[in-house]
């Protein structure tokens, strides 16, 4: 690395983004820690744009995903001895709208007016997602979809396994097998992720706000597809890195996109659920800044990796 990228890449500095509007930010921030404590760090009022992926608290997707937790290790993606997408407890969603809620108060206090925050869902907890944001003072503006054409697995659960489990003689287990041929648990194959879009409230009118903090007004010009940008932003999943084992790990064409929508060159964007860093790479290819919390040191490591990786490329 030369030296203007030690620079540029301030790994665990003081989250002192420290910055007006019409000052040009170059800065890479990835912090190690739980956003709940970190994010008061920073000034309030210094960034411009939020694009993040926070966990669901489902199917095991916690800070200890990879590892099990406690006395009761889970292989990845299973909670309780059920499969992905079983755990349907409405529990789950009410917790997920009171997380949203907390940091979503914490993010509004870093974000100047009308500043945007982009926030990928689950589409069964988008209304939880959008209701924490807004009960945490953000208007609500939209929802986008990230849509897929692989195919992905569908999670739907045939109703054998449970049959053969059930006391009944095996000539009902028979009879009931073929009543319930072809019907499995209501899970359509998934082809699309939601993404809330929120605003802190703007100071004054869309153009005052803009005159004051160059934030509020979008870019209608920034295109995926050569067409004018849509709700719905179609961009294959990424391969799984040789050196990139997240589990959840966003398209770098996306966020970037995304932050070209929403903030210009020189702002600084944010992500407290950065996970292997695919926020802060967008934001260098595309020019802003970037402050990046990450609760779990592997995944910032492998954030770190990739950063240098990207700025060795353009050397
Ligand atoms: C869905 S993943 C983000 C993946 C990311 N978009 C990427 O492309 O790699 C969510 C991340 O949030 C992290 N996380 C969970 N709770 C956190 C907290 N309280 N503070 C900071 N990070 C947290 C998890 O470790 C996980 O890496």
């Known amino acids: 690395m030369t030296d203007s990228h030690r620079v540029l890449l301030e790994f665990d500095q003081a989250l002192t983004a420290a910055v007006r509007p019409e000052t040009p930010q170059v ?10 404590e970190k994010l008061p760090e920073i000034d309030a009022e210094s960034v411009h ?15 200890d995903w990879r590892k099990g937790t406690g006395e009761t290790p889970r292989a990845t993606g299973a909670v309780g001895g059920l499969p992905v997408g079983m755990k349907f407890d409405p529990k789950q969603g009410r917790d997920l709208q009171a997380f949203m809620e907390q940091t979503g108060a914490l993010m509004l206090d870093a974000l100047v007016p009308g ?20 009960d945490a003072g953000f208007e609500i503006r939209d929802l986008f979809a990230w849509h897929f054409t692989q195919r992905a697995q569908p ?10 489990r059930m006391d009944k003689s095996p000539m009902e287990k028979k009879q009931l097998k073929r009543q319930l041929r072809g019907r499995r648990t209501p899970q359509l194959r998934p082809q699309f992720e939601a993404m809330v879009l929120a605003q802190k409230p703007r100071q004054g009118t869309f153009f005052d706000n803009y005159l004051l903090y160059r934030t509020g007004l979008i870019d209608t010009g920034v295109t995926l597809d050569g067409k004018a940008p849509s709700t719905v932003m ?15 790990v966003k398209p770098v064409r996306l966020i970037e996109h995304l932050i070209r929508l929403f903030s210009e060159p020189g702002q600084v964007v ?3 659920f950065l996970g292997s860093g695919t926020t802060a790479i967008a934001a260098h290819r595309t020019g802003r800044a970037c402050i990046g919390i990450e609760i779990n040191s592997d995944y910032i490591n492998i954030a770190e990796e990739r950063l240098e990786e990207l700025l060795q490329e353009a050397q």
């Not at 921030?29 to 709940?36: A, E, R, Y």
């Not at 999670?155 to 053969?164: G, L, T, Y």
């Not at 990424?238 to 589990?247: A, D, E, L």
């Open 234 to 248: 179609t961009v294959e999943k990424p391969q799984k890195g040789k050196n990139n084992g997240h589990m959840t």
């Open 115 to 134: 500043g945007f925050a982009v926030v990928f869902s689950q589409p069964r907890l988008a209304h939880r997602m959008a209701a924490g944001l807004e």
């Open 49 to 63: 744009l939020i694009v993040t992926d926070p966990p669901y608290y489902l199917d095991g997707l916690d800070t």
């Open 270 to 272: 944010l992500d407290p």
């Open 27 to 36: 800065f890479i921030n990835l912090v190690t820690g739980d956003c709940i």
């Open 155 to 164: 999670k739907a659960f045939r109703m054998e396994h449970f049959i053969d």
